[in-house]
C-alpha cells in the first residue's frame, strides 16, 4: 500500500501528465513517472507525519530534481546526504542536450547543493532535519524551450498557469494534511503566493525565504545567512 504522499504524488503526476503546453515549452519532464522509485523512497524514508515545517519550492530544475525524482535534488547531495541512490528511466521525449541520466549526472544543481547543504552544515543529519522539517516542490514538471533553457511555472502562459493551479494547489492541500506542518515557507516568492492562496483558510500559517538559485544575485550574497533569518523571523528555532 503506498504511503499516503506517495498516493498524493501518485494522483497528481497521472493529472499533470494529461496537460498539453504551448511553445515556448517544447519539453515537459515527470520526475513522478520516470524517477518513481527514487521520488518515492524520499517520501518513504522522510516524509512520515507529523513534520512542523514544510520547505515549499516551485518545480523540478533539469539537474537537481528532473535527475533523481527529489525535491531540490542534486545528485551528490541527494546520495551522500539523504542516503538515496538507484536507477532513474528516461522521458519519453527527451531534449538531446538536457539528457536524464539519474545519479550518473555529473553537473550538480547549485539550488540543491545551497539547500541541502545548509541543512547538513546546521543539522548535521537528515534525521536531525527531517524531525521537524520537510522539503517539497509545488509543481511536479520541468519544461524545457527548444534550445534546452529551464522555463519556470511563472514564465508560462496565464492559461497554462491556470491548468497547473488546481491539480498542484489540490495536491499541496493533501500534503498539509497528511504532515500537519504549523507553518509552510514558502522558497522563493512565487511559491510562497501558491501556498498563500491553495492554503487559505487552513489552519497552517504561511511564510517565504529567498530562493537560492544562482539566477538570484541576493542569494549569491550569503544565501544561507539570509534563508536562516528569514527562519527565525518566522519563529523557527535552529540548532
Known amino acids: 500500500m503506498p504511503s499516503p504522499l506517495s ?9 499533470v501528465s494529461s496537460l498539453a503546453f504551448s511553445p515556448p515549452v517544447a519539453y515537459v519532464y ?3 513517472d520516470y524517477a518513481r522509485a527514487t521520488h518515492e523512497a524520499y517520501l ?6 507529523p513534520r512542523e515545517i514544510v520547505l515549499l519550492g516551485m518545480n523540478p530544475g533539469p539537474f537537481g530534481m528532473a535527475q533523481t525524482g527529489v525535491p531540490f535534488g542534486d545528485p551528490e547531495m541527494v546520495r551522500s546526504w539523504l542516503g538515496i541512490d538507484g536507477p532513474v528511466k528516461r522521458p519519453s521525449r527527451e531534449h538531446p542536450k538536457r539528457p536524464v541520466l539519474g545519479f550518473a549526472q555529473e553537473r ?32 511536479p514538471l520541468a519544461f524545457l524551450d527548444a534550445a534546452g533553457r ?19 494547489d489540490r495536491a499541496l492541500r493533501e500534503t498539509v494534511a497528511a504532515l500537519s506542518p504549523r507553518l ?11 501556498a498563500r492562496e491553495a ?37 523557527i528555532r535552529l540548532p
Open 150 to 168: 529551464n522555463l519556470t511555472p511563472d514564465k508560462l502562459p496565464s492559461s497554462e498557469r491556470e491548468a497547473l493551479r488546481e491539480p498542484c
Open 30 to 32: 515527470n520526475p513522478l
Open 7 to 15: 498516493q498524493v504524488s501518485r494522483s497528481l503526476s497521472r493529472t
Open 44 to 49: 518513504d524514508r522522510w516524509g512520515a507525519a
Open 199 to 235: 492554503l487559505a483558510g487552513l489552519p497552517v500559517a504561511v511564510g517565504g525565504m529567498l530562493h537560492p538559485s544562482p539566477a538570484s544575485p541576493a542569494a549569491n550574497r550569503g544565501w544561507a545567512a539570509q534563508a536562516e533569518r528569514a527562519l527565525r523571523a518566522l519563529g
Open 108 to 139: 550538480g544543481e547549485v539550488s540543491g547543493a545551497r539547500l541541502w547543504g545548509w541543512a547538513r552544515d546546521r543539522f548535521g543529519t537528515p534525521e536531525r532535519f527531517f524531525a521537524e522539517f520537510f522539503v517539497a516542490n509545488w509543481c
Open 184 to 194: 509552510v515557507v514558502g522558497v522563493g516568492a512565487f511559491a510562497e503566493k501558491r
